[in-house]
């Protein structure tokens, strides 16, 4: 057992996400039962590490909060310590105040951080590892876009509550001879639109990855018209854009790292639709943030749990710069290094793409 080793603190990190609280759950029960340390959480991600705003995690502060959405610790997208707001003179500039979170965590004796989010609190998490701070990674992301894991917690539950929203889409389109559009998150991957869209037995899915032909969508519905079926059930990815256009963006957050919000591709394809399928009404719906809340799905909250083990197992190995994820069937470990700007979009020779096609699922192309 590690000597060196007396405290650890958490912190959660961008958008929040089913699996966050298993987790945080995972390493504080590890850290006390099995290792002795200390643990605490920082709230609201780094700015907490910043502010020193900290709560002490014990078995009982973490108890009851397996299953539950959301994260005990609360979060942030905004606060880059590398690239940080501040007042100075009374005007508002961004600098770098990483040393100040680490002498923060200095005066507190914390020897080890975990910092559990996706692409941009890792990049500052490798960025600490980098100024020498004892840092475990562990990936978070409803998206699935992370390349240095098969998977992140979160998107399991994300998937299956796209899923169960396109079931009960199905039974009303059905009813209504109406064609039907969901719109689901996932940034400029199409992981949860293809997952749900098989799932869900969607009949046309839309993904970033493959551009769309909206004449193809047309045909699809016709196709199904003369096969007797007068409903037709579209999954759309937020970031999918046709072949001759552009994304759609809902906003831009000025003050986010990441400023770009997805959203609106679902009703835009709808009037586009409308405008040329006469005999049929167009509904679009988008599922937004509900895909993230709520209650974590049983493989979210096992894998959340494994992530959260590993991560502690690492701290006692003091195998630090590394980022928890699991390869196979099994939980495994990558530097660093490595998980940051690689992200994971949908092949061209995607298997699971091209099964949907032959089960007659268009992808629009
Ligand atoms: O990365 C997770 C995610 O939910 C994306 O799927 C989505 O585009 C984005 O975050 C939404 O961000 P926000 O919660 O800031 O609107």
New binding site residues.
């Given amino acids: 057992m590690s000597k060196k080793i007396k405290k650890i603190a958490l912190l959660t990190g961008?958008?929040d996400?089913p699996g966050l609280n298993a987790v945080i759950r995972a390493v504080t029960r590890t850290a006390i039962l099995q290792y002795g340390y200390e643990v605490i959480g920082y709230k609201f991600g780094y700015r907490g590490l910043y502010n020193n705003d900290y709560i002490k995690l014990d078995l009982n502060s973490i108890s009851g909060i397996l299953h539950r959405g959301g994260t005990i610790l609360h979060s942030s997208?905004k606060d880059n310590l590398f690239d940080y707001q501040v007042i100075e003179n009374g005007e508002t500039v961004k600098k770098d105040v990483s040393d100040k979170a680490i002498e923060n965590m200095k005066n507190l004796g914390v020897d080890a951080l975990v910092v559990i989010g996706?692409d941009g609190t890792l990049t500052s998490a490798r960025d600490f590892a980098r100024k020498g701070v004892n840092v475990i990674g562990v990936p978070k992301?409803?998206?699935n876009d992370l390349l240095a894991t098969d998977v992140t917690f979160g998107f399991n539950t994300a998937t299956e509550i796209a899923c169960e929203a396109l079931d009960r889409l199905h039974t009303t389109a059905e009813s209504h001879h109406r064609i039907m559009l969901l719109e689901v998150?996932?940034?400029n991957a199409g992981w949860i639109a293809l997952d749900a869209g098989i799932a869900g037995s969607a009949d046309v899915i839309l993904i970033p990855e493959i551009p769309y032909d909206l004449n193809k969508i047309v045909d699809k519905v016709k196709e199904r018209e003369e096969a007797g079926k007068q409903f037709t059930i579209i999954v759309v990815a937020?970031g999918a854009k046709p072949k001759d256009g552009d994304v759609v963006v809902a906003k831009i957050?000025d003050d986010?790292p990441d400023p770009i919000?997805?959203?609106g591709i679902g009703n835009k394809i709808a009037a586009d639709l409308e405008a040329i399928i006469k005999n049929h009404e167009v509904r679009s719906t988008t599922l937004g943030?509900i895909?993230?809340g709520g209650n974590t799905s049983a493989y979210d909250r096992i894998l959340s749990t494994r992530y959260g083990v590993k991560a502690t197992e690492l701290i006692n190995e003091e195998l630090f710069g590394n980022m928890v994820c699991l390869k196979g069937q099994n939980i495994s470990y990558v530097s660093l290094e490595e998980v940051i700007g690689n992200t994971k979009c949908i092949t061209a020779n995607d298997e699971k793409v091209a099964a949907a096609k032959m089960m007659g699922i268009s992808f629009g192309d």
């Fill in positions: 961008g958008g996400c997208n996706g992301t409803i998206d998150m996932g940034r937020e957050v986010s919000r997805l959203g943030h895909q993230r």
